[in-house]
């Protein structure tokens, strides 16, 4: 493997998660999946959004560069490969379409003091859905609280993500178009997305 940090971003229904274990079990490596369950604000979130956004999004950013800062700080001589279902700047991305005005401005400005002490993933895979599939895989899940997302939230998300994608060319990227793809179910499509990774890919942005 010629990457050591591997972070998997994409919207909500994506499949980061499921990917981002079975990659880590079978390449041995560490592994950071994000803790949203333990936030006491999404599920208020979702009922009444503009009342728990600020909130929401400042638990998220403590929540995640706490998490990554412990991981990053403390590398594994026995695991030297980390795996990440996120990246820091998935927060941005969310709280741009969430956040307005002073409460927008006040959390950017605490976010760029914290994500610039991160280091930037060696490899990035956005799993690109349409928003069909995207609502088809969270109503399968089952999570009471995201029965209710929008077409419309769905598609800021992803159009934030590939405005940031847009933004950093000079990033090691691999937009994948999963859209034919069972990862979870099918052997031979998750085989394709891990010989994807064996590749040196030089940096930029790939769009497979």
């Known amino acids: 493997m010629n990457y050591r940090y591997i972070c998997i971003e994409g919207a909500i229904g994506a499949g980061k998660t499921s990917l981002a274990q079975r990659l880590s079990a079978e390449l041995g490596?560490?592994?950071?999946?994000?803790?949203?369950?333990?936030?006491p604000f999404l599920p208020k979130f979702y009922k009444e959004p503009e009342k728990?956004?600020?909130?929401?999004?400042?638990?998220?950013?403590?929540?995640?560069?706490q998490q990554l800062s412990d991981k990053l700080s403390l590398p594994d001589m026995f695991q030297p490969i980390l795996i990440s279902d996120y990246f820091i700047q998935k927060s941005l991305i969310f709280a741009r379409n969430t956040l307005t005005g002073d409460e927008l401005n006040l959390?950017?400005?605490?976010?760029?003091?914290?994500?610039?002490?991160?280091p930037v993933p060696d490899l990035m895979l956005y799993l690109h859905l349409p928003i069909a599939s995207l609502q088809a895989?969270?109503?399968?899940?089952?999570?009471?609280y995201e029965q209710e997302i929008s077409d419309q939230y769905l598609s800021r998300l992803q159009e934030g993500y590939l405005d940031y994608i847009r933004q950093h060319p000079r990033q090691r990227i691999l937009v994948i178009d999963t859209s034919g793809l069972d990862f979870v179910n099918q052997d031979a499509d998750y085989r394709h997305i891990?010989?994807?990774?064996?590749?040196?890919?030089?940096?930029?942005?790939h769009y497979l």
């Open 29 to 39: 490596s560490r592994l950071i999946l994000e803790q949203f369950e333990d936030n």
């Open 52 to 65: 728990y956004a600020f909130p929401l999004e400042l638990s998220f950013l403590a929540s995640r560069f």
């Open 107 to 118: 959390y950017q400005r605490l976010f760029h003091i914290m994500a610039d002490i991160l």
């Open 137 to 144: 895989n969270i109503r399968k899940r089952g999570r009471e």
């Open 194 to 205: 891990f010989d994807l990774l064996q590749k040196d890919w030089h940096r930029g942005v």
